[in-house]
């Protein structure tokens, strides 16, 4: 054994060296989030220079061989020489981290991004970059390779009567191993979200590989987020509060419409960034908003004296609120949650009095939201109780859970599943060729209600969601504890068909509206039974989970020989043995991880789909239909 332990064996990383060692420090992970991840660095660049006043329009190309181009029409970046560096301030920000005009406060005094970093990032995770500046009327262009270790010198090309950066990279596949395509509908999200936040920028999305292109841009910018979320659905106030003004150097801009569903939609942002966890800009907007109407209740005759809570005028709330900080402070690194104390006395300040003021000036609609909240009101109670009736039942002992639950042996949460099976006959099965030691199946008969056409109060009387709230243990809501969890993974096992498919999406939509933290948290999991059993009758027997694992199957394994093939439509056509094997094994099974990665994407499916406005359903399918790629996703 070697005990030398000297400078030899101290690794330095020079320039981008480290980013490459360790791409997860930086952007996340190399998984597609961390692809994805390159396109929003360069594309923060682009929109920071929206955010300053020199740039009203942004193009993204994803061409054919998998680059990713990123042009706007800004200053341009800098080309004279860096002090620091002796480099172009063009290689400066492309080579070297940390460097960047959002460290300058007369260059940017709002920006988003990483502080910078983001050019450079690209660079080290790409085999190349190209950078094309047109600015003092020349156009500018330089090279980077195998990671920015190698670049072109800067060279002059041509001459332009116009100001831009036009960005092309290529993800290195040596660091994105699983995978270096890029997902159409990730992307037009992202700028989507963008365009609704900086009004009056286009963003274009142009997609070469099957000539797909769409464009936003939005003039009255996160009124018209509200205007889409309410679509279909009926407005409580016909007339949009919304407001953009400034507190001590912080802008706020905040848009609200009540609709009649019992949900709350809320969405908030600092400086274009989402902050999913909310944050002290959050806080503010809520207690300004309970603040006005508590105090606009005791202006009306019929309603004076009444006190409100904030659970009770959530109900219907869809808002939104946007500010921009100069110096924003965040809890971890993800930028999920804002701590600055004088983000939520701005944002409390400017909406209190305002929303004030417009329920003043709109008697009708103050009223009808005044009318809401009440109902809302009584329902919080009724589903209070209900919330503690289930609690009680649950909470007795282990007789309590679910007659249905063949629950497994183990008390440890953390190797413990829950396998959620859709029917008796599948049930059976699973209970059978499950291992008891730590895998529990609950039997759910027919459809799972649609919790999100019904009252809290209603959800909560239903005896499947009962059962799949006692079994878990955490609760629900605000009272969800995830240290009370009973199963470490929750599974989804539903038929490969079109019912299965409906039972997994009802399922899906009561989680991420009742239990959206075990989402979060990684909790929740889609089992993959496999489609087609083939056989030889032999020695050979294999199952694949898609048709062109079937096709493969066919044309190498069983080309030469006879075979049978069986398509499975139910889980109970397959005897336990089978379920196991192809299903519950964790040496073989596969299963999908739910997780949210767009909260936007996600609430405007479930709001879509899965409502009651027949209209909004079909506008939705109509306008999504050219991005369906598979119809089994």
Not at 315 to 342: F, M, W
Request: proline residues 2%.
């Amino acid at each position: 054994m070697d005990n030398k332990y000297g400078a030899n064996q101290i690794q330095v990383l020079e320039g981008l060296e480290a980013v490459r060692k360790r791409p997860g420090m930086y952007i996340g992970n190399t998984n597609k989030n961390g692809l994805h991840h390159l396109v929003w660095e360069i594309l923060d660049n682009s929109v920071d220079e929206a955010l300053a006043g020199f740039c009203n329009e942004v193009t993204i190309v994803i061409t054919q061989n998998e680059e990713i181009i990123v042009k706007d029409n800004g200053r341009g970046i800098p080309i004279d020489i860096h002090p620091k560096t002796n480099k172009t301030t063009l290689e400066t920000i492309f080579t070297v981290l940390h460097a960047g005009g959002k460290f300058d406060e007369s260059t940017y005094k709002i920006s988003g991004g990483l502080h910078g970093v983001g050019a450079s990032v690209v660079n080290a995770l790409s085999l190349h970059v190209e950078a094309m500046v047109c600015r003092d009327n020349k156009i500018y262009y330089q090279k980077f390779y195998n990671g920015g270790s190698e670049a072109t010198p800067i060279k002059e090309i041509g001459v332009s009567d116009v100001n831009g950066t036009l960005i092309k990279f290529k993800p290195d596949p040596t660091i994105f191993k699983e995978t270096v395509e890029f997902d159409f509908r990730v992307i037009r999200s992202k700028i989507k979200q963008l365009a609704f936040l900086n009004k009056g920028l286009k963003i274009n999305l142009y997609d070469e590989r099957n000539d797909k292109q769409i464009t936003y841009i939005f003039e009255d910018g996160i009124k018209d987020y509200i205007k889409e979320i309410n679509s279909g659905k009926e407005k409580i106030n016909n007339e949009i509060f919304y407001i953009i003004d400034k507190y001590e150097g912080i802008e706020v801009e905040a848009s609200i419409q009540y609709n009649d569903t019992y949900d709350e939609t809320l969405f908030s942002f600092c400086n274009n960034i989402y902050t999913s966890e909310g944050g002290s800009h959050e806080e503010g907007f809520k207690n300004a908003l309970l603040k006005a109407l508590n105090n606009y209740t005791n202006e009306l005759k019929n309603f004076k004296g009444n006190k409100f809570v904030y659970d009770d005028i959530k109900e219907g709330l869809c808002g939104v609120v946007s500010i921009k900080h100069r110096d924003p402070l965040y809890e971890g690194q993800t930028k999920a949650k804002l701590s600055n104390p004088d983000a939520r006395e701005a944002t409390s300040n400017v909406v209190f009095e305002s929303f004030k003021e417009f329920l003043l000036k709109n008697p009708t609609d103050g009223k009808k939201i005044i009318e809401k909240i009440m109902i809302s009101q009584k329902a919080r109670k009724a589903a209070q109780r209900a919330r503690e009736d289930t609690r009680r039942k649950s909470a007795i002992d282990n007789f309590s859970l679910p007659g249905k639950l063949a629950d497994c042996e183990s008390k440890s949460a953390a190797e413990a599943e829950l396998y959620l099976v859709e029917g008796d006959s599948a049930g059976g099965s699973a209970k059978t060729g499950r291992n008891r030691k730590n895998q529990a199946i609950l039997s759910l008969r027919g459809k799972v209600l649609n919790v999100e056409k019904v009252k809290q109060a209603r959800a909560f009387e239903n005896n499947e969601i009962q059962s799949i709230i006692a079994a878990i243990g955490t609760g629900v809501k605000k009272n969800l504890e995830l240290n009370k969890i009973r199963y470490n993974k929750i599974i989804i096992m539903t038929d490969a068909d079109v019912d299965g498919a409906h039972i997994r999406i009802l399922l899906l939509t009561f989680f991420y509206r009742y239990m959206k933290e075990l989402i979060n948290n990684g909790n929740i999991y889609i089992a993959q039974p496999p489609l087609y059993k083939i056989s030889d009758g032999k020695k050979n027997t294999d199952y694949a989970y898609s048709d062109a694992e079937l096709e493969k199957l066919k044309q190498n394994k069983y080309k030469d020989i006879k075979y049978t093939i069986q398509r499975y439509k139910g889980l109970g056509e397959m005897d336990p043995i089978q379920l196991w094997e192809t299903t519950m094994d964790p040496e073989r099974r596969t299963m999908i991880q739910v997780k949210v990665e767009d909260a936007f994407l996600a609430n405007e499916v479930l709001s879509s789909l899965m409502g009651e406005n027949p209209e909004m359903r079909k506008n939705f399918i109509t306008e999504n239909a050219q991005f369906v790629e598979s119809i089994d996703v």
